[in-house]
């Protein structure tokens, strides 16, 4: 079994920051790409940033480039979303995923149970 558990979520003035944490834990044998999704009310997930193991490759969508910054420490088993210069549109619930190696020898991806971003005034 493999958890993710996210914190540092909640509600920010627009213009303000959060920075987001995602920490992977369980029967983990390695940790290919992690990465950020974001789910508002009554639309579909989309893919905020993702990093692949060794951080030489990052994906970010055309939304949140310049703004947002993903990094990981692998020896934490950890994912961070630095979120700058928020907008009222980035209003949701952000999720990290991992696609894992677990010590049985069995690749999958997990997701956490996500954290609530609000960015109002």
């Known amino acids: 079994q493999v958890q993710l558990v996210e914190s540092g979520g909640g509600l920010v003035q627009p213009g303000g920051s959060l920075r987001l944490s995602c920490a992977a834990s369980?029967?983990?044998?390695?940790?290919?790409?992690m990465g950020w999704y974001r789910q508002a009310p009554g639309t579909q997930r989309e893919l905020v940033a993702d990093?692949?193991?060794?951080?030489?490759?990052?994906n970010y969508a055309d939304s949140v480039k310049g703004r947002f910054t993903i990094s990981r420490d692998n020896a934490k088993n950890t994912v961070f979303l630095q979120m700058n210069s928020l907008r009222p549109e980035g209003t949701a619930v952000y999720s990290c995923?991992?696609?894992?190696?677990?010590?049985?020898?069995?690749?999958?991806?997990?997701w956490g149970q996500g954290t609530q971003v609000t960015v109002s005034s």
């Open positions: 995923n991992a696609d894992v190696l677990t010590v049985g020898i069995v690749r999958r991806c997990y």
């Open positions: 369980g029967r983990i044998f390695s940790i290919y790409t």
């Open positions: 990093i692949t193991s060794g951080g030489g490759t990052l």
